[in-house]
């Protein structure tokens, strides 16, 4: 047994005593992306399914932030997870590969590319529409899921891997959560860029994984939320995505407040109390059809 396993296993049994009522109201799975992919034999990257009780057809794939180093599984992931499932949106947390684990580009890419195909691949077996299959992402899986949006169309990296992939790999909603955005050097979070790229990338991977520069016309629709004093990825990261945003024409909104700091996730804590931020995201899921 792994050591990955068995801090994997950790996670799992703590959520659950976190989140007793959770056993309960969603049906939990989990299952390895890469099974039966020859290219990809002896990778293990795991997607946790929590089903509800009563399935609206969307669906969300989770990404949980940590620098592209690590995994925020429990703040970021579960939490995520249970208030999505409540709601009737069938939930998958994605434990995509990271350098903690000597992962860099493209792995993570491969993974969320990977996660959307096999999700909107058998929807049907888990009651979900294909064109209601969105993803949220927290700090750098906000860059994961912002990059899986922008070059939904541009790049396949599941067809490098020899994979034929049968189904689009666009998202049909974004919701990046205090993200990383940029790889620049005025901006960008050191930490995450040196996980995803290496120590000193060239300008040329800085740029093409700066996402302010990257968005693309067919965007999907884009739920941005950060706090002017994150104290650890810069807001002017949100707000040169936002503007990039709103000059392609894409449908977006972004949440700004005050104050809550960086790594807030969906517990409840002081800035939850404070701003309810997950009601107004709650409103605008709502609006756009993809939450009762």
Not at 2 to 27: C, E, G, H, N, Y
Not at 202 to 231: H, N, W
Request: charged share 20%; net charge neutral.
């Amino acid at each position: 047994m792994s050591f990955d396993f068995r801090i994997r296993t950790a996670f799992v049994f703590l959520a659950f005593l976190l989140f007793p009522s959770q056993a309960f109201s969603a049906k939990r799975s989990d299952f390895n992306i890469w099974h039966g992919v020859e290219s990809m034999r002896g990778e293990i990257v795991q997607m946790e399914v929590f089903r509800p009780e009563s399935p609206n057809g969307s669906a969300v794939i989770i990404c949980p932030g940590g620098s592209y180093h690590h995994l925020g599984i429990v703040n970021e992931g579960y939490t995520t997870a249970k208030w999505f499932s409540e709601r009737g949106v069938t939930s998958f947390v994605l434990w995509y590969r990271v350098a903690k684990n000597r992962y860099h580009y493209p792995s993570q890419m491969q993974d969320v590319q990977r996660a959307i195909q096999v999700v909107r691949e058998n929807s049907d077996s888990y009651q979900i529409r294909k064109d209601r299959i969105g993803l949220i992402g927290f700090s750098a899986g906000g860059h994961l899921v912002t990059w899986a949006g922008a070059f939904a169309s541009r790049t396949n990296e599941l067809e490098k891997l020899g994979i034929q992939t049968q189904t689009s790999l666009r998202p049909d909603f974004v919701i990046p959560v205090y993200p990383v955005v940029s790889m620049q050097d005025d901006i960008g979070h050191k930490w995450s860029r040196k996980s995803l790229l290496g120590k000193n990338p060239p300008q040329e991977m800085k740029d093409l994984f700066s996402l302010e520069m990257q968005i693309p016309g067919d965007m999907p629709p884009t739920y941005l939320v950060a706090c002017r004093d994150d104290p650890v990825v810069m807001f002017e990261n949100s707000v040169r995505l936002y503007e990039a945003l709103k000059q392609k024409g894409i449908d977006s909104e972004f949440a700004v407040y005050e104050w809550g700091g960086h790594g807030f996730g969906m517990t409840d804590n002081k800035f939850m109390k404070a701003f309810h931020w997950n009601k107004a995201l709650e409103s605008w899921l709502q609006a756009h059809g993809f939450m009762d």
